[in-house]
């Protein structure tokens, strides 16, 4: 069963920075960052596929987060650049073990396996 370790998040003022990583510990097809704030549903912050690095942003956060990856050790990285409150939420990391699809990776449904998720709080 493969698991994901997630880098902590934290608080940071607006316009800060922040990184966030996702480990998994086994083979995956895809993974994403989703994040989800009080009252709101879950959405998609990024999803890459693995095999051809095809990368799908949220409209959110194009322009001001940026994914990254290092195959050999199966890990996410999210550059989170110019926070805003609105950024504010728990995010989650997600990978697939299957076999996705293009129109399918900013799905929640698409993913089987879930981090735990971590607090990013972006005060105003």
């Known amino acids: 069963q493969v698991q994901l370790v997630e880098s902590r998040g934290g608080l940071v003022q607006t316009g800060g920075s922040l990184r966030l990583s996702c480990a998994a510990t086994g083979r995956t097809s895809a993974m994403a960052w989703f994040r989800q704030a009080p009252g709101k549903e879950r959405e998609c912050v990024v999803a890459?596929?693995?095999?051809?690095?095809?990368?799908v942003y949220g409209d959110s956060v194009k322009g001001r987060f940026t994914v990254s990856r290092d195959k050999g050790k199966s890990t996410l990285y999210l550059q989170m650049n110019s926070l805003e409150p609105e950024d504010t939420g728990v995010y989650f990391c997600?990978?697939?073990?299957?076999?996705?699809?293009?129109?399918?990776?900013?799905?929640?449904?698409?993913?089987?396996?879930w981090g735990q998720g971590t607090q990013v709080t972006v005060s105003s």
């Open positions: 890459i596929r693995w095999r051809d690095g095809y990368t």
């Open positions: 997600a990978a697939d073990t299957g076999s996705p699809i293009v129109s399918s990776l900013s799905l929640p449904a698409t993913y089987d396996i």
